[in-house]
T-cell receptor, first 118, second 113 residues
Framework: GAVVSQHPSRVICKSGTSVKIECRSL??????MFWYRQFPKQSLMLMAT?????????EQGVEKDKFLINHASLTLSTLTVTSAHPEDSSFYIC??????????????FGPGTRLTVL | AQSVSQHNHHVILSEAASLELGCNYS??????LFWYVQYPGQHLQLLLK??????LVKGIKGFEAEFIKSKFSFNLRKPSVQWSDTAEYFC???????????FGAGTTVTVRA
């Protein structure tokens, strides 16, 4: 149980275009989802926290107009990288947690999306 | 806010050797502690977690970790590693009911056959 999927797993786009990444909780309802960014050989950096039906909370230094997060349902959150530039190239990972799920303080991670902006 | 430090950046071992990875955190209150593993090309998986109770926690794949409150530490151990334990290991911390995790920088473990 507690499986989180992401789509796509890999995307290459041209500079200036927008890219949408989906994060789904497959077998539980995720009241809270998180978006992380991971640079090569580095740890995960939290970008934002999203709760179903409300606006995302962004970490300091993360541009909310550039990284649009929508958490429209209890099983789906999306991250849209708008007007992507090469410096946005990274590995984006989502995680999810849920009240009522055993170990509600535990986050379950998706497999990540590799974004390359040319 | 919490911060997490992992002492070793890269550890290289031979099969059957024992492994211990250090993790220290800074936070004055009650914390939840986690170790995650990321195998090459795969997503983060939970190895074990500590919320309360017995400070010696056993996880999957033969791993265990010990919470020492006085040292603000949560070191990960495995008595005998296998080649398949080659991976990146992350220590993470959050406060109870605050889902935001703070991660350490990670330790790359390479096990040589």
């Amino acid at each position: 149980g507690a499986v989180v999927s992401q789509h796509p797993s890999r995307v290459i786009c041209k500079s200036g275009t927008s890219v949408k990444i989906e994060c789904r909780s497959l077998d539980f309802q995720a009241t809270t989802m998180f978006w992380y960014r991971q640079f090569p050989k580095q740890s995960l950096m939290l970008m934002a926290t999203s709760n179903e039906g409300s606006k995302a909370t962004y970490e300091q230094g993360v541009e909310k107009d550039k990284f649009l997060i929508n958490h429209a349902s209890l099983t789906l959150s999306t991250l849209t990288v708008t007007s992507a530039h090469p410096e946005d190239s990274s590995f984006y990972i989502c995680s999810a947690t849920a009240l009522g799920l055993a170990g509600a303080d535990t986050q379950y991670f998706g497999p990540g999306t590799r974004l390359t902006v040319l | 806010a919490q911060s997490v430090s992992q002492h070793n950046h890269h550890v290289i071992l031979s099969e059957a050797a024992s492994l211990e990875l250090g993790c220290n955190y800074s936070y004055g209150g009650t914390v939840n502690l986690f170790w995650y593993v990321q195998y090459p090309g795969q997503h983060l998986q939970l190895l074990l977690k500590y919320f309360s109770g017995d400070p010696l926690v056993k996880g999957i794949k033969g791993f265990e970790a010990e919470f020492i409150k006085s040292k603000f530490s949560f070191n990960l151990r495995k008595p005998s590693v296998q080649w398949s334990d080659t991976a990146e290991y992350f220590c993470a911390v959050n406060a109870p009911n605050d889902y935001k995790l703070s991660f350490g920088a990670g330790t790359t473990v390479t096990v040589r056959a």
